[in-house]
């Protein structure tokens, strides 16, 4: 109880005092005063420990209440002293810091904060020391390390033992949080407040407005004190107008709420969809009204609308995944068909006329699948410049056009061409490179433009189309691979197997059918190994595929086999090993028939064997070294040449570097010698013929060969051979060739005189002897008998002097180029028809059969007409001349590529082989006189020769006709030979066709 101030207590006597004089004033008059005051006294005094006793009590009472009040304050209450040492507490401090009464009592006030904030503590109760109230926040640590953010109030309170500071601090921890939650409440009232665009409006019975809320300007532009005692139907669409009157009446008869849509008109003068809320009521004068709430509901009506669009998008998106779905269940048809159904569902779909797939190359577009025909047909090419697969090429991207006549692209070559409204087209790519394009087209324009729906479509057709169209590269790969296995394996006569270890399942090619002589089609099994290998090489075989199992070991080896047709071959099996999660889980392999290799190889070991020996048995030295430079092989002639001692056989494995040692002391320069021979193992290129000088004079000749087997080096190969005699016979002919050098020039120049003065002597001859021959046939004519005899010899012999001079003079012609001649075509049957006239008579009188043998068509042929004839004149007069009766002379005339030949064949004797070796030399006649009344001047042949050469023709004896003679001449084909090949008219081959050698 608290203390009562002295003053107050003396008033408290005083009144005690009167009240005691009142109540004893009447029993005064009955005793004394002295009795009476000292009565007085005593019930003073008793009145007095009365009341002390029940003040006390009171106090008591009252302390007790307090301090189970401070206990059980809410919040934290600390008594401190000046020093800053905690002297009193409640629970409220030990529940939220969790210290106990020991850790607490006479500790300093700031150890119970953090270190960063007990500075401000300090300051804060010395402030209160000296006077006020501080209010500040701190961090609490508690006893876990807890950190308890408060908020404390400190108050200087005077007791009896001094002034003291009583603290009181809230959890702000909670309070932290409700304030953040309530900010956070408030931020979003604030927010719907701002943004509330609702527009209320109150109207009289007669529809005026009496009140409009700012919002308006926001809905249609107006400002709301414009709106005041106006008709809102003024701004509602004509075709509303009716249906809002309607409303607002039965709005203000009912009770409920009424909702409606309708187009209100902006002050700018479009409209907007608003829907209105309305609901009766009283204005301030009690009249009824219509309070009206308007939003606006253009997004929301359009959402609607473009829901109606997107469940009617939706239901075709849903027929189109039915129907792809329908496409790709087809992927087991053939590719053209499949293509042909998705160009079907996309016109379909896309409500267009053509689809079509194209493949560009090289700029130009090839149709590969369509759904149309004439000029949008398969096959059909076009430059893609003209084509509206331009556009989509391009702009490499899906290009939609819903009217080419309005787009900027209207004045397109592609536009004039098809004339094509519509087009909606997309790039394929397979494999990142460029494959054609999928187009849909239309020649009447589009009523709506395409849709992303119809872009995304025709991405998924495209998507299907370019697996579909890789699956077709990928199958024509395939059987291209197929058939390029198949052949390989045909070449290389290989088949391939593979065998499955869980499954136990064995496998082959086709081929290896063919390796063992069985039937197509028959299958083989492991149980047959013994059948084809027999069993011995099957067990190896078993052994190694064993082998291949357990450590995974390939195998390459070659084994005997009996084919179906029973014969022996050699076969080469090779395994590898794919591996399985623990071990392997199938081999597989090739087998090649290699019985061909394998005896090419037996033979090769022969060979092998025999050209040792033949190396060993050679005249020229022959050293072999490694790549290690031991000796392989060396033979006796080697050590000959070198002044070697050793037998050869020893030198095997030996140093050849020590052998070169050796040579040294018979070289004339070594070690120019040796650095010369290390270059050439150094180039490893092969060298002839390097020249190696010995000290005695001798010259050897050194071939250097690099020896490689499988691409691999092995070794070196040195010649060695003694060309000593070889260079002295060269510098003999090279001495000798000097002298035959000088005395052909001087041959040339007495040849060339000699044509000079044959020219000039056959002409001087040749004048007088044709008067000689005229004058012998007069006299053979007048003169009688014997002696016309003897002027008929005078006239023979000036006729074949005659002949024998204008020989001479013609091939003195052409040695001093002096015959000119003039190619022209001609026809070589006519030509060979024509010099036979001449021979037929003296045919007919020797009974030899002359004939012709030649092509119905014209031979035409580059050639000089005199020239050709004195040719065929010569051959055909030599070829009587020489045929006995009762022969035949045949002249064959073929055509080739760029020749035509001629053929003159004879059953005569024939040339002998001395003959030949100068049968177109001049005055050269056969010693064998193959006919006995053959005579000539020995120049036919040769005046023959040249006259072809200078037509760029050539002419040959055929060696291997052996039943007469045959020369064979060629002349270059004319450029109008032409007019002789296939007939297109008639169909007819032409009859010119190469000659063929007959017997």
């Not at 357990?550 to 390459?556: I, K, S, T, V």
Request: proline share 4%.
């Amino acid at each position: 109880m608290p203390v009562i101030p002295a003053p107050l207590s003396s008033r408290l006597i005083a009144y005690r005092g009167v009240i005691l004089v009142a109540v004893l004033a009447p029993v005064s008059i009955w005793l004394p005063a002295l009795w009476v005051l000292l009565g007085g006294a005593l019930v003073m005094l008793g009145l007095e420990v009365a009341l002390a006793r029940r003040a006390n009590a009171q106090r008591t009472r009252s302390e007790g209440v307090i301090e189970s009040a401070v206990d059980h304050l809410p919040g934290v209450f600390i008594v401190i002293a000046p020093d800053l040492t905690v002297r009193r507490w409640n629970d409220g401090f030990r529940s939220v810091s969790g210290y106990t009464t020991a850790a607490v009592k006479g500790q300093s006030i700031t150890s119970f904060f953090d270190e960063s904030d007990r500075t401000t503590v300090e300051d804060a109760f010395d402030a209160v020391l000296s006077g006020g109230t501080q209010r500040f926040e701190a961090t609490l640590m508690t006893q876990g390390g807890r950190r308890v953010p408060v908020r404390v109030t400190g108050t200087q309170v005077t007791g009896s033992n001094g002034p003291v500071i009583v603290a009181t601090a809230i959890n702000m921890l909670e309070q932290k949080r409700t304030e953040t939650a309530l900010e956070q409440q408030e931020h979003q009232y604030r927010l719907l407040a701002e943004n509330i665009s609702d527009v209320v409006t109150l109207l009289d019975r007669n529809g005026r407005r009496l009140y409009v809320s700012p919002s308006i300007k926001d809905l249609v532009g107006r400002h709301p004190e414009r709106l005041f005692g106006t008709l809102p139907f003024d701004h509602i669409h004509p075709s509303d107008v009716a249906r809002i009157k309607d409303t607002f009446t039965f709005a203000l008869e009912g009770t409920g709420e009424v909702r409606t849509e309708y187009r209100l008109q902006h002050e700018d003068g479009h409209y907007i969809w608003v829907e209105s809320i309305g609901r009766a009521t009283d204005n301030d004068q009690g009249e009824a009204a219509l309070l009206v709430v308007t939003r606006d509901v253009t997004t929301r009506k359009k959402r609607e609308d473009d829901l109606v669009e997107s469940r009617e998008r939706l239901s075709l998106q849903k027929r189109r995944l039915r129907l792809l779905y329908d496409v790709i269940s087809r992927q087991d048809r053939p590719t053209d068909e499949q293509l042909q159904r998705v160009l079907d569902l996309g016109t379909d779909l896309l409500g267009v006329d053509v689809g079509i797939v194209s493949r560009i190359r090289d700029d130009v577009s090839t149709i590969e699948a369509s759904t149309a025909n004439g000029e949008y047909a398969v096959g059909n090419v076009y430059d893609v410049a003209d084509t509206y697969s331009a556009f989509t090429v391009e702009q490499d991207e899906v290009v939609a056009i819903g009217n080419m006549g309005d787009s900027p692209h209207a004045d397109e070559a592609c536009y004039e061409r098809f004339s094509l409204d519509q087009f909606l087209g997309a790039p394929i790519y397979i494999d990142g490179s460029l494959y054609g394009t999928l187009t849909f087209a239309s020649k009447r324009p589009r009523s709506r433009p395409f849709t992303t729906d119809d872009c995304d479509f025709l991405q998924a057709l495209v998507q299907w189309v370019r697996a579909a169209l890789k699956a077709r590269v990928q199958e024509r790969a395939l059987a291209d691979s197929q058939r390029l296995l198949e052949k390989t394996e045909e070449v290389a006569n290989v088949g391939g197997w593979m065998y499955e270890d869980r499954t136990q399942n064995f496998t082959h090619t086709d081929h290896l059918a063919t390796i063992f002589e069985v039937a197509d089609g028959y299958r083989f099994h492991p149980d047959d190994g013994p059948h084809f290998f027999g069993e011995a090489a099957w067990t190896r075989v078993l052994r190694n595929m064993h082998r291949a199992y357990e450590e995974g070991r390939p195998f390459d080896i070659a084994v005997p086999a009996i084919t179906g047709e029973g014969r022996r071959r050699w076969l080469r099996v090779t395994c590898e090993v794919e591996r399985g999660s623990d071990r392997p889980d199938r081999i597989w392999g090739t087998v090649q028939d290699i019985t061909d290799r394998r005896e090419v190889e037996d033979e090769l070991r022969v060979t092998a064997q025999r050209l040792g020996a033949l190396l060993t048995s050679l005249h020229e030295g022959v050293l072999v070294e490694d790549q290690n430079r031991l000796v392989r092989l060396v033979n006796q002639p080697f050590c000959d040449l070198f002044d070697i001692s050793e037998d050869p056989t020893d030198l095997i494995g030996s140093d050849a570097r020590q052998l070169a040692l050796q040579s040294t002391r018979v070289l004339n320069s070594p070690e120019e010698t040796l650095d010369r021979l290390r270059d050439l193992m150094r180039t490893r290129e092969t060298t002839v013929g390097e020249r190696v000088e010995l000290a005695d004079g001798r010259v050897l000749e050194c071939d250097y060969v690099p020896i490689h087997i499988d691409g691999t080096r092995f070794g070196h190969l040195w010649k060695y051979r003694d060309v000593t005699l070889r260079e002295e016979r060269e510098a003999k002919l090279r001495s000798a060739k000097e002298a035959a050098d000088e005395a052909r020039d001087e041959a040339r120049r007495a040849e060339r005189l000699k044509s000079i003065f044959l020219a000039n002597m056959s002409h001087e001859i040749r004048t007088p002897l044709t008067s000689i021959i005229g004058f012998a046939e007069v006299l053979e004519e007048e003169v009688p008998d014997p002696y016309d005899h003897l002027a008929g010899l005078v006239g023979t012999s000036g006729r074949r002097l005659l002949n024998t001079i204008s020989s001479v003079l013609d091939l003195s012609k052409l040695e001093a180029d002096r015959w000119k001649l003039d190619a022209e075509t001609i026809d070589v049957v006519d030509e060979i028809e024509e010099a036979l006239e001449v021979y037929r008579p003296r045919a007919e009188e020797r009974d030899l059969d002359l004939s012709v043998d030649a092509a119905n068509a014209p031979l035409l042929a580059r050639a000089d007409h005199p020239a050709l004839q004195r040719v065929l004149d010569n051959l055909v007069g030599n070829a009587l001349k020489f045929t006995p009766e009762g022969g035949r002379v045949t002249l064959r005339a073929r055509t080739g590529s760029d020749a035509v030949r001629i053929a003159v064949e004879d059953t005569g004797p024939g040339i002998s082989e001395e003959m030949q070796k100068h049968l177109f030399e001049p005055f050269v006649q056969d010693p064998d006189e193959r006919s006995e009344t053959a005579t000539g001047s020995g120049l036919g042949l040769a005046i023959t020769r040249r006259l072809v050469n200078a037509m760029d023709g050539s002419i040959e004896l055929d060696m291997s006709y052996d039943s007469g003679t045959r020369f064979v001449i060629q002349l270059p084909v004319s450029v109008n030979a032409e007019k002789t090949a296939v007939s297109p008219e008639n169909g007819q081959q032409s009859p010119n066709r190469v000659m063929e050698d007959e017997a």
